[in-house]
């Protein structure tokens, strides 16, 4: 019998066994597949080490420092700033036609491009900005409220809005066409008034300190130990089924795998709530030389090719070109030390549905032809350097729905989030981005959160 059995050896159910570990509960984490992390996750080819799913920690304030989520998340898990090794950003942009916004781990570089761009509006933001940080993360009268709407009532230039939500939509929005209130406070903040940053060597740092953490503590992590069933007593949550037919009995269970799939999970077909539309291809290019010997020091460009952004599930072809995602890891400031090979990596929307109706043959030559025209979208924004690539590699919607179980392969989950945690069956509880938070700080918070509210609070 254990106290907690958490679905998902991902960013949150690692952090939330730290936790509760911490407390002497015996713990368990199950994962479907030979590795962890989920689509935060790593892994070697042709004898080089590829991220997925990491372009930055957001978060990121300097060592030392007493306040914010990531000093809570360290507190939380007994961290060093060492432990994660985070370097910060070089510096980004958002780039639309004719006006690019630069922004740094200072506000105030981004505060005075809105100046210098958008005469009139600078105190239009700091408005705004003093409104974000009145806003409590987990008030769910608030957290739905449209930000649209919102942003039309402070900010008065168009342009500027879309600008504004570019960013923050692509690091972290579930919902189309619009983003939730609270979700827009999470993100502007994570983003521009605390930043990016990244570790040398990737999440693989991250991932392997919270392992080695957690199976300190007595912790126990099974690989290929996938979850075919949650099994159910009148109403409560009382163990689990593995796809290989072993039963384990948990006083708890924290699911990682999101609340649609968490429901499919208890054999409640019935009404389930609406999964996420939001998916993407990335490709991953290595270069010969560095990306600033080619003129680009960016850490990440978010551009966008008319003055509308648009974010939604692309409507009649396999992708969106229309706007995207730049990242260069090795455009952070790692003091001194230095990645040994140029990488970029382009991210753009993508539609589920037709990337998997492809046959193999098809889907193979459809991630040819897709990762061209990434780059050929991206080099719009920045250097050309397609004639410098020496590998590549590249995930699709399907490989997100492999790693992380989603439907529709929803980087960001289900559009409604749980903020409490809580499903309709008592000792069920989920976390991750269906809770509410995302990235790479705000899903190991969710974890710790729910861990102390519900599976901690009754000892």
């Known amino acids: ?178 983003m939730d209130f609270g979700q827009f406070c999470i993100m502007f903040r994570s983003i521009f008034l605390e930043g990016f940053a990244r570790p040398l060597s990737g999440v693989r740092l991250i991932l392997r300190n919270l392992v080695r953490r957690f199976r300190s503590l007595g912790g126990e992590l099974r690989l290929r130990s996938g979850v075919a069933r949650i099994r159910l007593d009148q109403g409560r949550a009382v163990g689990v089924v593995l796809d290989n037919g072993t039963e384990l009995e948990g006083r708890a269970i924290l699911s990682s795998a999101g609340i649609v799939e968490t429901m499919r999970l208890c054999g409640d077909e019935i009404d389930p709530p609406p999964a996420g539309q939001m998916s993407f291809i990335e490709t991953i290019s290595v270069l010969d030389r560095l990306p600033k010997q080619l003129g680009h020091d960016q850490t990440i460009v978010f551009y966008n090719d008319g003055p509308q952004f648009h974010w939604q599930r692309p409507e009649g072809a396999l992708c969106d070109t229309r706007s995207g995602v730049i990242c260069s890891p090795n455009n952070f400031l790692y003091d001194g030390a230095v990645l040994p090979e140029g990488i970029i990596r382009v991210t753009l929307m993508a539609d589920y549905d037709r990337w998997c109706q492809l046959p193999d043959e098809a889907y193979r030559l459809a991630k040819l032809e897709w990762y061209d025209r990434s780059l050929e979208s991206a080099t719009r924004f920045v250097p050309d350097y397609r004639h410098h690539v020496i590998d590549t590699d590249m995930f699709t919607p399907r490989t997100i729905r492999r790693y992380t179980w989603h439907d529709n392969g929803a980087v960001y989950g289900a559009p409604h989030k749980r903020l409490d945690g809580r499903t309709k069956y008592e000792q069920l509880y989920i976390c991750g981005t269906d809770q509410g938070y995302v990235g790479i700080v705000g899903s190991i918070l969710s974890g710790i959160l729910v861990a102390n509210r519900h599976l901690l609070a009754a000892q």
Request: net charge neutral; aromatic share 12%.
């Open 1 to 178: 019998m254990y106290d907690t059995i958490i679905i998902g050896a991902g960013l949150s159910g690692l952090a939330a066994g730290i936790r509760l570990a911490y407390f002497g509960q015996r713990v368990c984490i199950l994962e479907r597949h030979t590795t962890i992390g989920g689509l935060n996750s790593f892994y070697r080819q042709r004898g080089r080490e590829f991220d997925v799913g990491l372009h930055a920690v957001t978060n990121y304030t300097p060592p030392g420092s007493k306040r914010g989520p990531l000093a809570r998340l360290f507190r939380q898990l007994r961290f060093r700033w060492d432990d994660f090794a985070l370097a910060p950003q070089a510096g980004s942009a958002i780039a639309f036609p004719d006006v690019t916004l630069r922004f740094n781990n200072d506000f105030r570089l981004f505060e005075s491009e809105v100046a210098a761009q958008f005469p009139g509006q600078v105190d239009n933001l700091r408005q705004m900005v003093a409104q974000l940080l009145d806003y409590d993360d987990l008030d769910g009268a608030l957290f739905y409220r449209s930000t649209r709407e919102f942003l039309q009532g402070v900010i008065t230039d168009p342009l500027l809005r879309e600008m504004i939500l570019c960013p923050v939509m692509w690091y972290g929005n579930a919902r189309e066409r619009d």
